[in-house]
């Protein structure tokens, strides 16, 4: 480019808008520039679902080297937003901008080692190249290396390092550590159970729409575990959740509807919400759901569909819809249906392998 080029460029540079500068330094070759008009494309497409314009200046800047646009690139193939979904050709763009130190490709390319897309499982490398986006401080990696070592996988297992990792992580905001850490916190798990820090971990992550933490925070102002008990609440809580796809909550919410707890009692209510979480293949949900059509509340009575759903239930381990079905004829769900009516009910006890009914003992039908 010749010096009067670049005196005529700058000189165009001055008196254009910003996105033109910026159009006009990335056509001019500048792979930063290149990247950052890649950005607002990007940005834009999550609105209009057309990435292509985005792809082609991320692919520009990487070509160049530039380590942003290379990682930018790779995601772009790991999602198949703009280029056909092709794991090799991430982890490869990745692998450009790891070995430059760049902390988001080292997360991602550790992240794609654990799970084993396109490149072979590796728990090792996994545990590798996130530390080394940890140490440089990406919350995301952070998080990752302490569910490794949590669970002892590509490292030794430690409870100890894994809680150090999951805190530095949730201390800088990141909403699935922060979740992880209010659960240890709830079930005492390598830490004392304390109910005030885990409402308060879960609160931080239920607020950026985790909707694990939703539920477990529900559960929390449901039974009043350091928090005021606050049926109302977990109700909103669990509906959070629940409207987000999270079957545990939609199970929950079910039972709320069943029983009228923290929300006014609606029998079609509880078998919508039921019917939802046992699609996803919940199984207390599935079970939940079976008693519904065995008893016909909420639903038409219809034994064939209770005993689909039983069965799904039970054959999940759910040892309930396992009893159930030990009754199995027809004339036996009728039997249950009366006692179900009259607040009676059965156990099934298991002695020298034979089921035995008792008639005289209560259990809950339904469960949250």
């Known amino acids: 480019m010749s010096m009067e080029t670049i005196r ?94 760049y902390a988001a490709a080292q997360c991602n390319i550790g992240l794609l080692y654990y799970l084993g897309e396109g490149v072979p499982k590796d728990a090792s490398k996994a545990a590798r190249w996130s530390r080394l986006a940890a140490e440089q401080d990406h919350a995301t990696a952070m998080c990752h290396l302490g569910f490794l070592y949590q669970e002892g996988e590509g490292v030794e297992q430690d409870s100890v390092e894994a809680l150090r990792w999951f805190r530095l992580a949730a201390e800088k905001g990141n909403a699935t550590a922060q979740c992880i850490l209010g659960c240890l916190y709830q079930d005492g798990d390598g830490v004392a159970v304390d109910y005030s820090e885990a409402s308060r971990w879960l609160r931080s992550s239920a607020s950026q729409g985790d909707t694990v933490a939703q539920y477990n925070l529900g559960f929390q102002y449901e039974q009043g575990l350091g928090l005021p008990q606050d049926r109302e609440k977990a109700v909103n809580l669990f509906r959070m959740s629940a409207d987000q796809g999270n079957s545990d909550a939609q199970n929950r919410l079910g039972a709320a509807y069943y029983f009228g707890t923290g929300v006014e009692q609606s029998y079609a209510e509880a078998a919508r919400w039921y019917r939802l979480s046992a699609e996803q293949g919940n199984a207390t949900a599935q079970r939940n759901l079976g008693v519904l059509y065995r008893d016909g509340v909420g639903v038409a009575q219809d034994d064939p569909e209770a005993a689909h759903w039983l069965r799904l239930s039970a054959e999940q381990g759910d040892e309930r819809a396992q009893c159930y079905l030990g009754f199995g004829s027809t004339m036996e769900l009728a039997f249950l249906r009366t006692m179900a009516k009259r607040r009676s009910g059965f156990v099934c006890q298991q002695i020298n392998g034979t089921r035995q009914r008792n008639t005289t003992l209560a259990f809950f039908l339904i469960e949250g």
């Open 8 to 101: 005529r460029l700058k000189s165009s540079l001055a008196t254009a808008d910003p996105f033109s500068r910026l159009r006009q330094l990335a056509q001019s070759g500048d792979a930063e520039a290149q990247n950052r008009l890649g950005e607002p494309y990007f940005n834009a497409a999550g609105v209009s679902g057309n990435y292509g314009d985005a792809a082609r200046w991320f692919r520009l800047s990487a070509e160049q080297g530039n380590a942003t646009g290379q990682c930018n690139l790779g995601f772009l193939f790991e999602r198949g937003l703009g280029v056909p979904q092709d794991f090799v050709e991430a982890v490869c763009w990745y692998r450009f901008a790891a070995e430059q130190g």
